[in-house]
């Protein structure tokens, strides 16, 4: 099945280290892809998205992410994490075309050590 | 401007008993989704509405769940008799989607029902 899968339930870095959050997508044609945050007691917030073009991505709050379509791959970084950035973290995605109705990934529970 | 916003924020109930929820959506968005978040799990899809289309109920669980939208705006999700199973936050989302296109989607910051 056509899915997107966030291999890492939870991932814990310290504060100021750099982080990368794993996303792998199972679509034949070229996906359409995005990084979503959530909060505590926030909903979900984008934080970038990939459509087409360039493969590097950039998007608020210093994330950015790398489309690699060898890897099927969508992983999304930061250089240096703040203890803000402690949030639930979902990779979405869907193929060209189709339904337009995302699918999202379990998440990763991102936990920033001070 | 305003974003996406959803009724009541917090719901508790019995089993048994039905429940309404409401997602008002950002003005001229056209798609509305509706997700169930239990606790731990990801984002599972119930329902899309998309402009006059008819929606795609694909992702409701059972019959026990229904959803509306009226005038193309606001939307109610209803779960009649309720089960704890039912027990989760309800996200709703809009987008602008033109046709033919994906765009990103706005979410509401749910409503977190409990059956007791």
């Known amino acids: 099945a056509q899915s997107v899968t966030q291999p890492d339930i939870h991932i814990t870095v310290s504060e100021g280290a750099s982080l990368e959050l794993r996303c792998n997508y199972s679509y034949g044609a070229t996906p359409y892809l995005f990084w979503y945050v959530q909060s505590p007691g926030q909903g979900l917030q984008l934080l970038l998205k990939?459509?087409?073009?360039?493969?590097l991505v950039q998007g608020i709050k210093g994330f950015e992410a790398e489309f690699k379509r060898s890897q099927s791959s969508f992983n999304l970084r930061k250089p240096s994490v703040h203890w803000s950035d402690a949030a639930e973290y979902f990779c979405a995605g869907g193929p060209s075309g189709g339904s337009y109705i995302p699918t999202f990934g379990r998440g990763t529970s991102l936990i920033v050590h001070p | 401007g305003a974003g996406v916003s959803q009724s009541p924020s917090n719901k508790v109930t019995e089993k048994g008993k039905d429940v309404e929820l409401r997602c008002d959506p950002i003005?001229?968005?056209?798609?509305l989704y509706w997700y169930r978040q239990s606790l731990g799990q990801g984002l599972e899809f119930l329902i899309y509405f998309q402009g006059n289309s008819a929606p795609d109920k694909s992702g409701l669980p059972s019959d026990r769940f229904s959803a509306e939208r009226t005038g193309g705006s606001v939307s109610t999700l209803t779960i009649q008799r309720t089960q704890q199973e039912d027990s989760a936050v309800y996200l709703c989302?809009?987008?602008?989607?033109?046709?033919?296109?994906?765009?990103?989607?706005?979410f509401g910051p749910g409503t977190r029902l409990t059956v007791l």
């Open positions: 989302a809009s987008s602008r989607r033109l046709a033919g296109a994906w765009d990103e989607q706005f």
């Open positions: 003005s001229g968005h056209t798609a």
């Open positions: 990939y459509f087409s073009g360039d493969t």
